[in-house]
């Protein structure tokens, strides 16, 4: 089989029929062997219900498959699509991604012509419940929000690689046998765990295992999926938290870029650079922190970066 479109569903009822249907239309896919797979990952709404509500008049030349995970995790669902898949590329949609109509399509082609190519990313476009807060484009690609030029690039390159830039995971397409082959098991990050934000950066700490071992990181300028962000994304609670997140996932991603006797030699050079970040930021803002919530969130990422390797280091010393 070529692909498969596996979604991460988690009380995705009200969500899922919206990315179904878009997955069900999809152009110039006649002849691509392809399939689709949600995996739900433990959820307690209605969410197996309304696979089983498309499946009468789903076409029979995709298969509609469901699987339930019920360890809890961005991370762990993934692996379990990974585990499921029949397709030999996977392209990755949360539930609230909606894919663009020559989605499937548009990861083929660009495959077909990048043979070195293990992951794909492209555009990610907001669909906003609400109007974003001022200066969102800061804190845009966190969310995330992605929209570039028309002219595709490769992550491995130079540029890209001395800032140490990965994309984020929505919408992304990998080669399943690559993920196989170069991604532990368990990652360290878990992402999301239900509606909990842990330490973020899943999906970067399982690209950095692929460019470790010399495959390349592509972003396609055809591949577009819409991203659904609630009026609650944008609160300031909820904001706060994710950036927490963000920040405590620093550590991990940032250590696979180095080798292993590298890690104790950056952890102070790191430091210090973080600290001097958050000081020059807190001057700069702290008139300000208590009404913009893009500067709150800017300045939380930044309190838990400088948390991030103490935060992990006690995870791991504290793990069962």
């Known amino acids: 089989m070529d692909f498969t479109a596996a979604i991460r569903a988690y009380n995705a009822a009200d969500r899922l029929p919206t990315i179904l249907t878009r997955l069900r239309e999809q152009t110039d896919a006649d002849a691509i062997a392809w399939e689709v797979l949600v995996v739900d990952n433990n959820s307690r709404d209605g969410t197996a219900a309304v696979v089983d ?33 029949q397709g030999t590329w996977i392209g990755f949609l949360d539930d609230d991604n909606w894919p663009a109509p020559n989605w499937v399509r548009s990861i083929l082609d660009f495959a077909e012509n990048h043979p070195r190519a293990s992951v794909l990313v492209g555009q990610i476009h907001g669909q906003f ?18 929209e570039r030029s028309r002219k595709a690039f490769c992550y491995n390159t130079y540029r890209h690689a001395k800032k140490k830039v990965m994309p984020p995971g929505a919408g992304m397409a990998v080669k399943r046998q690559v993920w196989l082959d170069c991604v532990p098991k368990k990652l360290v990050l878990k992402g ?41 994304r944008f609160e300031r609670a909820y904001l706060l938290k994710f950036f927490r997140g963000v920040g405590l996932g620093r550590y991990q991603t940032r250590k696979l870029s180095y080798p292993r006797w590298k890690w104790p030699l950056m952890v102070p050079v790191y430091f210090a650079n973080d600290l001097r970040k958050w000081v020059v930021f807190w001057w700069r803002h702290r008139r300000e922190l208590g009404a913009d919530v893009v500067a709150a969130s800017q300045m939380e990422m930044l309190t838990y970066t400088l948390i991030s390797p103490f935060y992990l280091l006690r995870q791991r010393l504290w793990r069962p």
């Open 53 to 85: 509500q498309f499946r009468p008049t789903w076409p029979d030349r995709i298969p509609l498959r469901y699987v339930n995970e019920a360890q809890q995790g961005a991370s762990y669902a993934r692996r379990r699509a990974i585990d499921e898949a």
């Open 129 to 146: 419940e609400v109007e974003p807060p001022k200066n969102f484009q800061q804190i845009a690609h966190f969310l995330p929000v992605i």
């Open 192 to 232: 999301p765990v239900g509606s909990n934000l842990t330490a973020k950066g899943e999906d970067i700490e399982a690209l950095l295992h692929m460019v470790s071992q010399g495959w390349e990181v592509w972003f396609n300028p055809d591949q577009h999926i819409d991203h659904h962000i609630p009026r609650w």
